[in-house]
T-cell receptor, first 119, second 114 residues
Framework: AQKITQTQPGMFVQEKEAVTLDCTYD???????LFWYKQPSSGEMIFLIY??????QNATEGRYSLNFQKARKSANLVISASQLGDSAMYFC????????????????FGQGTILTVHP | EPEVTQTPSHQVTQMGQEVILRCVPI?????FYWYRQILGQKVEFLVS????????KSEIFDDQFSVERPDGSNFTLKIRSTKLEDSAMYFC????????????FGPGTRLTVT
């Protein structure tokens, strides 16, 4: 079974509108972390936002927010007021605790969603 | 702002040759990682490194791969005998001890095996 599932291969949004990128995950751990990264066409991976499994509040970073629904195992990224520069591939990722409870931070990534922002 | 750097940005090599990909992590970071991304596919974990030893490795990281921290600043990935299927973008990442959730990625090295 896929640990991270991003069901939207591509999404389109009009400039200045909000968009939600979906991510569901599968883990039996109680302690885990969820991440979103942006990969522009230039190829680098840019860290956007992090949500810990024990965090009660949804994470926010500027125009990015993470809609964390633990019972549904979803961690959707919401981008408000889209800009042309937001056009990129977006990856959802998860870090689980390895056996013994120690996590060295290994990330498992989803397949990604290509976001295109139209002017 | 400090950043992870990687060299070279693009490496072309012939099948069977050895390649070394270099990374300079952020200076106060102590956890280091290598990931790869085959063109058009998702990013895959290869190995994590802490305290001068491998912490965890994936099934991809077989005997052809090795990692090393030869000095206080560099972190290298060596592929001993490259195969066509090793062609990919290789990302180095690093994180602080206290904030392993914040992994900062380098710009990547595109490896092309011909």
């Amino acid at each position: 079974a896929q640990k991270i599932t991003q069901t939207q291969p591509g999404m389109f949004v009009q400039e200045k509108e909000a968009v939600t990128l979906d991510c569901t995950y599968d883990t039996s751990d109680q302690s885990y972390g969820l991440f979103w990264y942006k990969q522009p066409s230039s190829g680098e991976m840019i860290f956007l936002i992090y949500q810990g499994s024990y965090d009660e509040q949804n994470a926010t970073e500027g125009r990015y927010s993470l809609n964390f629904q633990k019972a549904r195992k979803s961690a959707n990224l919401v981008i408000s007021a889209s800009q042309l520069g937001d056009s990129a591939m977006y990856f959802c990722a998860m870090r689980e605790a390895v056996s013994g409870g120690t996590s060295y931070g290994k990330l498992t990534f989803g397949q990604g969603t290509i976001l295109t922002v139209h002017p | 702002e400090p950043e992870v750097t990687q060299t070279p940005s693009h490496q072309v090599t012939q099948m069977g040759q050895e390649v070394i990909l270099r990374c300079v992590p952020i200076s106060n970071h102590l956890y280091f990682y290598w990931y790869r991304q085959i063109l058009g596919q998702k990013v895959e974990f290869l190995v994590s490194f802490y305290n001068n030893e491998i912490s965890e490795k994936s099934e991809i990281f077989d005997d052809q791969f090795s990692v090393e921290r030869p000095d206080g600043s560099n972190f290298t990935l060596k592929i001993r005998s490259t195969k066509l299927e090793d062609s990919a973008m290789y990302f180095c990442a690093s994180s602080e001890v206290e904030k392993t959730y914040e992994q900062y990625f380098g710009p990547g090295t595109r490896l092309t095996v011909t």
